[in-house]
């Protein structure tokens, strides 16, 4: 292998980890406030609709489905970035991690948390999904020789 692709796959992996990190950071802080089972995310949604325009998307996605189901969403949002954090941290079903971090951050932009990095967030993720870092480094590779037919390690 070339030193300029051991450098780019190292550059990515380092990437994927750092990512990986971001959503462990993000995922103690959920099971740390309780968000799956308190009134955390309805305090949280409620604050965001207070501060952004109340004509636009964000707002019609606030009041028609996060606030009235903050209870299914705290969970939903706790269990997908735990997902995340352990895909990408273990390189364990890395594409499905990597595509439920883009899921999460279209739903982050459409909440109303909105911010440029919402967009270079997207693009790093969307390199794992695309590169098969889990094979490079990660338990995808051993699950993949094991179970080649299964699309969960590809």
Request: proline share 3%.
């Amino acid at each position: 292998m070339s030193k300029m692709r051991s450098f780019g796959r190292g550059f990515v992996l380092v990437l994927r980890y750092l990512y990986g990190l971001f959503y462990l950071f993000a995922t103690v802080n959920k099971f740390q406030t309780n968000y799956m089972f308190s009134d955390k995310p309805l305090e949280v949604f409620t604050k965001q609709l207070a501060q952004i325009d109340q004509n636009g998307i964000m707002a019609a996605y606030l009041k028609g489905f996060l606030i009235p189901n903050y209870h299914f969403v705290g969970i939903v949002i706790t269990l997908v970035w735990s997902a995340v954090t352990i895909g990408l941290l273990l390189g364990l079903c890395t594409r499905w991690a990597a595509a439920l971090a883009i899921f999460a951050t279209i739903n982050i932009g459409l909440g109303g948390f909105y911010d440029a990095s919402l967009i270079v967030l997207g693009a790093i993720a969307l390199l794992f999904v695309v590169l098969p870092t889990g094979h490079w480094l990660g338990l995808d590779k051993r699950l993949h020789a094991k179970y080649p037919r299964s699309i969960l390690f590809r």
